[in-house]
């Protein structure tokens, strides 16, 4: 059973994923309100994936993303974006991203980017 780590400033999108990746067979291991908070979870807990909110206050996902993958190469991130946040993603795959969901999604697309990226 592959581990998830989700970072996401709104509570309320944290449950929605961590419901989702439950019902498919993922183990929600830790959540994070920010990406400072993500990054000290990232090296605690030490996730197979990692969900990251691009927008967050204190430290925002792309910032995050180049601290995890600094720390951690082989990372595997999954940015979440809203729509027309285009440069956000470029710049986020640019620095280490392996796929990113736009909002609002769906469970099957969530879970479909999820296998793509299993080893």
Known sequence: MKTVLIIDDASFMR????????????????????????ILKYKELKP???????????????RALKHICNYDPNATV?????????????EAI???AKGFLVKPFKEEHVVETMKKLQI
Do not use: C, W
């Open 15 to 38: 449950l929605s994923l961590k419901t989702m990746l439950e019902r498919n067979g993922y183990k929600v291991i830790g959540e994070a309100e920010n990406g400072a908070v993500g």
């Open 48 to 62: 197979d994936i990692v969900t990251m909110d691009i927008t967050m206050p204190e430290l925002d996902g792309i």
């Open 78 to 90: 999954i940015m979440i974006t809203s729509m027309g946040q285009k440069t956000f993603i470029l």
């Open 94 to 96: 640019k620095h280490g």
